[in-house]
């Protein structure tokens, strides 16, 4: 366990937590049609249908790593893409 290498992990995880924050923020909204004169906006927000399987997947994981905290070097990465 050095500075580096956790300098070096947490940057990828960094990493991997804003690729996947960016792909669901793209993947969740949609373009509509605009009517400015009725008050509507020009996007919706809609919640994809993996948002929630994600959600549950990074609770397990968080389950399974607080049960044995050994795992937690091996689910790092799984839990930073949910």
């Given at each position: ?64 790593v ?6 937690a ?10």
């Amino acid at each position: 366990m050095s500075v580096g290498g956790i300098t070096a992990r947490t940057l990828l995880l960094l990493a991997v937590v804003v690729a996947g924050g960016a792909w669901g923020w793209a993947s969740a909204t949609t373009p509509v049609g605009s009517d400015v004169g009725q008050g509507f906006a020009d996007t919706t927000v809609t919640i994809p249908g993996g948002f929630w399987l994600a959600s549950f997947a990074a609770l397990g994981l968080s389950i399974a790593v607080i049960a044995v905290p050994g795992r937690a070097a091996l689910f790092a990465l799984l839990y930073a893409v949910c």
